[in-house]
């Protein structure tokens, strides 16, 4: 069973850090880019931020731009992202997602995304 298992939320005063990690069990994640998205209360979910395969781009949102990063340790099977500065709009609950494409057929290819189960970000004061 391919699960991903995020961790390292909580209550953060703002201006203060928090790492979340993004663990793979049943698969290797070296095949897959990673995505985190969060989810506030009353929003809908949106992109934070994402890393390739290989780990060698990524991009991220304006809003969290110069404050979060995101890296992987592939001997680890895990992905982190790193927040500092953080603020009370940040208050979310975050989610990792990793995706690839795999054939069907020699001429077709479906994409294959795995989602976590989310962990709660609360930054307040």
């Known amino acids: 069973q391919l699960q991903l298992v995020e961790s390292g939320g909580g209550l953060v005063q703002p201006g203060g850090t928090l790492t979340l990690s993004c663990a793979a069990s049943g698969f290797t994640l070296n095949y897959y880019h990673i995505g985190w998205f969060r989810q506030a209360p009353g929003k809908e979910r949106e992109g934070v931020t994402c890393i390739s395969s290989s780990g060698g781009s990524t991009a991220y949102a304006d809003s969290v731009k110069g404050r979060f990063t995101i890296s992987r340790d592939q001997g680890k099977n895990t992905v982190y992202l790193q927040m500092d500065s953080l603020k009370p709009e940040d208050t979310a609950v975050y989610y990792c997602?990793?995706?690839?494409?795999?054939?069907?057929?020699?001429?077709?290819?479906?994409?294959?995304?795995?989602w976590g189960q989310g962990t709660l970000v609360t930054v307040s004061s």
């Open positions: 997602n990793a995706n690839t494409i795999v054939p069907v057929t020699p001429q077709k290819y479906r994409e294959l995304e795995v």
